[in-house]
């Protein structure tokens, strides 16, 4: 039991590095987003989705973007009050998380389907990383 707490405790200590988002809409629609749900986001426009594509982020399929996975995380979103909006760019493109030093990728995840989110609680443990 103590090792668990004390893992917990570094995970919580755990300090992330700054975060830049990428999204494929027009600057308004970054601006609009961001400014509802995170106001200090630091964010890039990327409608040409040179990023998606310097990333290797593909495009789901049917099992990805309707498969029953994706139906009971919509389920539970709504549940909670969360909503699909309007898609804005390609709503077949996959998301991506990375974990960027320098030029070099030191962690990535590759997201299962449309409603797969990430625990980012653990990801300085997933990424190999030590709190500082």
């Known amino acids: 039991m103590r090792q ?15 975060v830049l988002l ?8 970054g601006a609009a987003f961001f400014r509802r749900l995170w106001p200090e986001a630091r964010a890039v426009s990327d409608l040409p989705q040179k990023f998606y594509t310097a990333f290797g982020i593909q495009r789901g ?5 309707f498969g029953p996975e994706v139906w009971v995380c919509g389920v539970r979103a709504a549940a909670k009050g969360h909503f699909i909006g309007a898609p804005v760019g390609d709503p077949w493109l996959m998301p991506g998380l990375f974990l960027v030093d320098g030029e070099q990728i030191i962690w990535r995840r590759d ?13 300085p443990r997933l990424a190999g990383l030590r709190s500082g």
Do not use: C, L, W
Request: charged share 25%.
């Open 4 to 18: 668990v707490v004390e893992q917990a405790n570094a995970e919580a200590a755990f300090t992330y590095p700054d």
């Open 22 to 29: 990428f999204y494929q809409g027009s600057i308004e629609d």
């Open 61 to 65: 399929g049917m099992k990805e973007m």
């Open 111 to 123: 997201f299962r389907h449309a409603g797969d989110h990430p625990d980012f609680a653990a990801i």
